[in-house]
Every structure is written in C-alpha cells, then in structure tokens.
C-alpha cells in the first residue's frame, strides 16, 4: 500500500481573457485561455491513521481549513462519502495572490494525490467536477496543460499546446484581490471574439501570438493599482499584459535567451522581481 506520494503543481498564466458578462449568481461568464508554466508548488500527500492534517512551507499562507488544499480534501472526502486521513504538505514557490493560479493548482494537485494514495477509482472528468465545487480555476489544474475554460472558468475545452512558450514573468509583489478587480470592470464594450488568438496560437508563432494576447481585467487592475499601469506601460513595446486579475504581468518571448536579457533588463531597470519560465510539461 502506497505511504507517500507527491504532485507537482504548476503555475499559469491567461494567454486571453474575455468577460463576456454578470452572470445572476455574482460571477462572471468568461472565456479564457490557461497556460500551465514550469513554476511549480510540490504536493506531498501521506496515509494517516486518523484525522488529516497540512502544513505549508515557504510561504505565510493559512494552514487551516481555509486552505483550498483542505477544502480539496473535504470535498473529495464528500464525493467518496468517507473520511481520507492524510498529512498534506505543500512546499510553496508560487507567489500567492498574483493570478498565477497557485492556490488552484495546489487544491488539484491535492485531488489527483489523494486518487493515487487511496486508490480511489475515479477519472480526471469527476475530479474536474469536484474541483469546479470549491473554485473557478481549479477544474483546468486537474489536467492542465493549454485550455479555454468558459462559464465560471470549469467549462474546459483542451487546446492542442503550442511548442513551448518562453514567458518572463513580472512579480510587483502587489496582492490584487481577483472581487475587487472584477467589480471595478465597466461591461460596456463588446466582447472580443479569440478566433485570431487562436489561430495564431496554432500557427506556433510566438511573434504573432504576442500581439493577439488580451486581458479584459487589465483595465479594471489598471485603475485599483496606479502602479501595475506605470510597468505594463514602461513594458508596452514587448507587449506586457496581466495575467488573471494580476498582480503577475508577463512577456511572451521569441527565445529563451531574449527572455534571460529582458528579465535582467525588467529587474535593473524597474528593480522588480522577474522569473524566466517555459510551458510546462506533464
Ligand atoms: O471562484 P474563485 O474563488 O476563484 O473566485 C474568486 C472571486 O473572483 C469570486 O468571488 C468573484 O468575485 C470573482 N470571479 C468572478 N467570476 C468568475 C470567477 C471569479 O466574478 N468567473
């Protein structure tokens, strides 16, 4: 019987995102493209006798039943309709609250753990349903890789994935509450259609891709942070944008080594933090 098991959990970014409107439960109806990148939470996952327990390394982040990681847990426990003891352990590397999804991908990373160490028999489509329970973004985690994710964010559809993407990744170290930047956003334009995105996601070029990247939320995020305007408008000519409701900003590159030198150029010039990174591969 398996004592342990781990789960990477990796980071994302929105290559496009559209919000097509308020939806009568408080959310909102979104298209949008998630990207899995190699920065990557770790996941341990350990058979206990009684109850479950977690702890969180490298981050200050709420150890308690608050933690998605735990609701995870217990909306798994739900579904199979007994209790699952198990010491959870997360070893953090994604900065929290800066819409790279980290929370998200670690609850998943959770689910597809506790499949392995229980030896439950249930498939990636009723852990995406249990995932869409507790959380917009984390029924694309369960598989991850390239998606548009409609609806709340758990209607996936899977993208065939581009060869892999060099992005550097801004980190304003900002914490960006996702309500407050969806409340701010002016629903009067209309909806950006992908086709072109999409098209040009197809096409592998990274140079076309670049300029079809698109974030309804930047202009909300724009106006409850003066801040994260001043770097994506220092940063407009390598076609910055955020991801989620930021406060992440990232770069789509031609290179790895253009991303090295415009990583080092952000960090010397802005004194920001900056991650090169790739597409993640399972
Ligand atoms: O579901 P999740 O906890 O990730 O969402 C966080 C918040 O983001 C929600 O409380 C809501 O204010 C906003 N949101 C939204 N529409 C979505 C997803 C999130 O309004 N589709």
Same mark, same amino acid.
């Given at each position: 019987m398996t004592a342990t098991v781990t789960e990477r959990a990796a980071a994302k970014v929105n290559l496009w995102l559209e919000?097509?409107?308020?939806?009568?439960?408080g959310y909102h109806e979104l298209e949008t493209v998630m990207h899995e990148v190699d920065l990557e939470d770790l996941v341990e996952l350990s058979r206990r006798?009684?109850?479950?327990?977690?702890?969180?390394? =490298?981050a200050a982040i709420? %150890?308690?039943?608050?933690?998605? $990681?735990?609701?995870?847990?217990? !909306?798994?426990? %739900?579904?199979? =309709?007994?209790?699952?003891?198990? $010491?959870?352990?997360?070893?953090?590397?994604i900065p929290a609250g800066g819409g790279l999804g980290g929370g998200s991908s670690d609850a998943a990373a959770v689910?597809? /753990?506790? #499949?392995?160490?229980?030896?439950?028999?249930?498939?990636?489509?009723?852990?995406e349903e249990v995932a869409a329970g507790f959380g917009s973004d984390t029924a694309f985690f369960v598989r991850g890789g390239t998606a548009m994710c409609r609806g709340r964010g758990e209607r996936l559809e899977a993208l065939e994935p581009p060869s892999p993407l060099?992005?550097?990744?801004?980190?304003? /170290?900002?914490?960006?509450?996702?309500? %407050?930047?969806?409340? $701010?956003?002016e629903l009067t334009v209309r909806s950006r259609q992908?086709?072109?995105?999409?098209? !040009?996601l197809r096409a592998n070029d990274p140079i076309e891709l670049r300029a079809r990247l698109f974030n309804r939320l930047e202009e909300p995020a724009r106006k409850l942070h003066p801040e994260l305007g001043r770097i994506l408008d220092h940063l407009a000519a390598e076609r910055a944008i955020l991801s989620g409701s930021g406060s992440t900003i990232f770069c789509l590159c031609a290179s790895g080594d253009e991303a090295e030198a415009l990583a080092g150029r952000?960090?010397?010039?802005?004194?920001?933090?900056?991650?090169? #990174?790739?597409s993640a591969r399972r």
């Amino acid at each position: 019987m398996t004592a342990t098991v781990t789960e990477r959990a990796a980071a994302k970014v929105n290559l496009w995102l559209e919000v097509l409107g308020r939806r009568p439960d408080g959310y909102h109806e979104l298209e949008t493209v998630m990207h899995e990148v190699d920065l990557e939470d770790l996941v341990e996952l350990s058979r206990r006798r009684d109850s479950s327990t977690l702890v969180v390394e =490298g981050a200050a982040i709420a %150890a308690d039943e608050s933690n998605l $990681a735990f609701k995870a847990l217990r !909306a798994l426990e %739900a579904k199979v =309709g007994r209790s699952l003891p198990t $010491a959870l352990r997360l070893v953090k590397r994604i900065p929290a609250g800066g819409g790279l999804g980290g929370g998200s991908s670690d609850a998943a990373a959770v689910l597809r /753990g506790l #499949v392995r160490l229980h030896d439950l028999d249930l498939g990636p489509e009723e852990l995406e349903e249990v995932a869409a329970g507790f959380g917009s973004d984390t029924a694309f985690f369960v598989r991850g890789g390239t998606a548009m994710c409609r609806g709340r964010g758990e209607r996936l559809e899977a993208l065939e994935p581009p060869s892999p993407l060099d992005l550097v990744l801004v980190l304003p /170290g900002l914490h960006v509450p996702t309500p %407050a930047v969806f409340r $701010a956003l002016e629903l009067t334009v209309r909806s950006r259609q992908p086709y072109d995105f999409l098209t !040009a996601l197809r096409a592998n070029d990274p140079i076309e891709l670049r300029a079809r990247l698109f974030n309804r939320l930047e202009e909300p995020a724009r106006k409850l942070h003066p801040e994260l305007g001043r770097i994506l408008d220092h940063l407009a000519a390598e076609r910055a944008i955020l991801s989620g409701s930021g406060s992440t900003i990232f770069c789509l590159c031609a290179s790895g080594d253009e991303a090295e030198a415009l990583a080092g150029r952000v960090h010397g010039e802005c004194g920001l933090e900056t991650r090169v #990174v790739v597409s993640a591969r399972r």
